[in-house]
């Protein structure tokens, strides 16, 4: 729970940062690429994540691989995140700031999952089921999920709209399998 509202703050704390110096956007963009380097390089985790090793070597390590590729001031956020010995915490960080940036630029992520790609209009179509809980711009993310066999399924916050044909075969075989007939009568 501690490590939860750790990473909510210095989440909050970097997007007000960047809220103020007009940089929002550029701000997810460039945790986002420290992030997506970190999730396919293990190696570098495990060097940040060391503590014999000086923390003037593991900035100069960030320092050569992302000095081009983000901003200044988010990489003085990154180095605050070694001088607290915090670097584990950077991918949450970033899961987080997504989160609190959709709802400063009131965007509402909404997933489809579906056995096959569909199309912009029938995604549009879907969003029927969530429209009286959305206000805001929406960002469709349409996963596949071929489990499903068929059907949809829609999530939007907590909320969860399930037609899928999985789910309408799993309530089928429950109902089955209670034994309605019962000897002696």
């Given amino acids: 729970m501690r490590n939860t509202l750790l990473v909510r703050r210095y989440a909050k704390a970097f997007l007000d940062y960047a809220i103020q110096n007009n940089m929002a956007d550029e701000g997810l963009a460039d945790l986002e690429v420290i992030s997506t380097t970190l999730q396919a390089h293990r190696e570098l985790r495990s060097i940040l994540s060391q503590p014999f090793i000086a923390k003037k070597r593991k900035e100069a390590i960030l320092k050569r691989i992302f000095g081009e590729k983000i901003s200044e001031k988010t990489l003085q956020f990154i180095d605050l995140m070694l001088d607290k010995n915090r670097p584990e915490l950077i991918q949450n960080i970033f899961d987080t700031y997504q989160l609190l940036y959709n709802e400063y630029k009131n965007i509402a992520v909404v997933t489809i999952t579906t056995a096959i790609n569909i199309d912009e209009p029938?995604?549009?179509?879907?969003?029927?089921?969530?429209?009286?809980?959305?206000?805001?711009?929406?960002?469709?993310?349409?996963k596949i999920d071929k489990e499903i066999i068929g059907g949809f399924i829609i999530n939007y916050l907590d909320y969860q709209y399930d037609e899928s044909v999985r789910t309408k075969l799993k309530k089928l075989e429950a109902l089955f399998t209670d034994n309605l007939y019962v000897k002696g009568y």
């Fill in 122 to 142: 029938t995604q549009q179509k879907l969003l029927y089921f969530v429209k009286d809980k959305i206000n805001g711009n929406v960002q469709i993310i349409n």
